[in-house]
């Protein structure tokens, strides 16, 4: 028996564009049983709702983040069970190392460069770069520019490599390209600094007092690649000859069990078949994950640089389409950068953020987010909506 079915009329490839909106529908994030529906109009708009966590909302992340001096706490914006979101802007070296002692995390840092100081030895960090750490290991964050960001992505389970989702296709170094990691070189230096530990330990701040400063008394380590860098501008944008490959295929991190999936999505590659089989952008799309996105850089619309989205469980997100064309010679690199972060834990926005919502989000979420999709400025992306 065929694995899948046809009913009604079909009118274009699932990868093309056409008078309808193409809704991908699927069961277990990207990953499990599917089905594409061709519709006349678009669920991503109702007209009226009760709450208005239902809808996808944004906020600026710029606008949202506290600095208030280097002992700020990050602002929590969105929150699980075990996973958060948040943002930090730091002025001035904390006069603490801290530790997660039950989440790991991914720190981005979209702004700013900083000395982050680790028990396995420090690393110089800029924009473009996120740093794993794994929960209960001790760092230090030390800002070197005033105007910075970081964001950052709290999981309950381990960050993997995904890597290992490329295994059964047999890229081996051809895709994302791991080695280009930078691990910690330990310094075994200016060991006797007296270190406050400021530490997190089931939701609760506590602090442990050393003689002697952690991020300083190793000499050496041998082991897995447990806390690292890597920068996204190294991450492939991924696509196919007729368009558009789901967020998950370009996952750079994952939680083993596809908990959580950390996805850097640059400019895809035009597609070289035109319409209707060949499109350029996202199709409409609904499952049972929670998406977090992060604009990191926008040429097309720098003044959305900061722009955080999350389009949860309870709406299709629209999706946007327009037919492929190709782009101007020579090649060029195009600053348009979008982190994703989908995970199967739902997410709710804390208070704070919630204040900070950017108004009509029907409207703004073209305005703030989805115009790099189909390579337009956000402002032109609605003239491609179908409601
Ligand atoms: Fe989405």
Known sequence: MASINRRGTIPHPTTGVGEHVDEVFTIGGFFGPWIDLFRTRNLAHPVAWSDDSLLYQGVSALDLAASSGPEVLPTEVLVGETVTVSLLRRSGSPAFAEKLVDRHQIRFYDRGRFLLETELGPLDVEAGDFVVIPANLIYRERPLDEDNLVVIFETGEPICLAESL????????????????????????????????????????????????????????????????????????????????????????????????????????????????????????????????????????????????????????????????????????????????????????????IKAFFPDPQVSLYTSFYGAHIGVVPDAASAYTKR
């Not at 051809?174 to 600094?193: C, F, N, R, T």
């Not at 050496?220 to 806390?227: E, N, R």
């Not at 309870?314 to 064309?325: A, D, M, N, Q, W």
């Open 166 to 353: 490329w295994d059964s296709v047999g890229f081996a170094g051809m895709y994302i390209d791991y080695s280009e990691m930078e691990l910690p070189e330990p310094l075994g230096e200016g060991v006797d600094e007296p270190t406050r530990v400021r530490l997190r330990y089931r939701g609760a701040w506590h602090w442990m007092d050393y003689d002697f400063d952690p991020c300083h008394d190793v000499i050496g380590w041998l082991g897995d690649p447990v806390l690292y860098k890597l920068n996204c501008w190294a991450i492939p944008g991924i696509g196919t000859t007729s368009g558009f490959l789901t967020p998950p295929a370009n996952a750079v991190l994952w939680g083993a069990d596809k908990e959580f999936f950390f996805n850097v999505l640059g400019p895809r590659p035009m597609p070289t078949t035109p319409a209707p089989r060949g499109s350029y952008g996202a199709p409409s799309h609904l499952n049972d994950y929670d998406e977090v996105w992060f604009n990191h850089r926008s040429a097309f619309a720098p003044s959305t640089n900061g722009h955080m989205w999350m389009l949860p469980r309870t709406i299709p997100h629209p999706g946007l389409k327009r037919p492929p064309e190709y782009p101007e010679n020579p090649v060029r690199q195009i600053e348009e950068l979008k982190l994703n972060f989908d995970t199967k834990e739902e997410l709710r926005w804390t208070d704070t953020a």
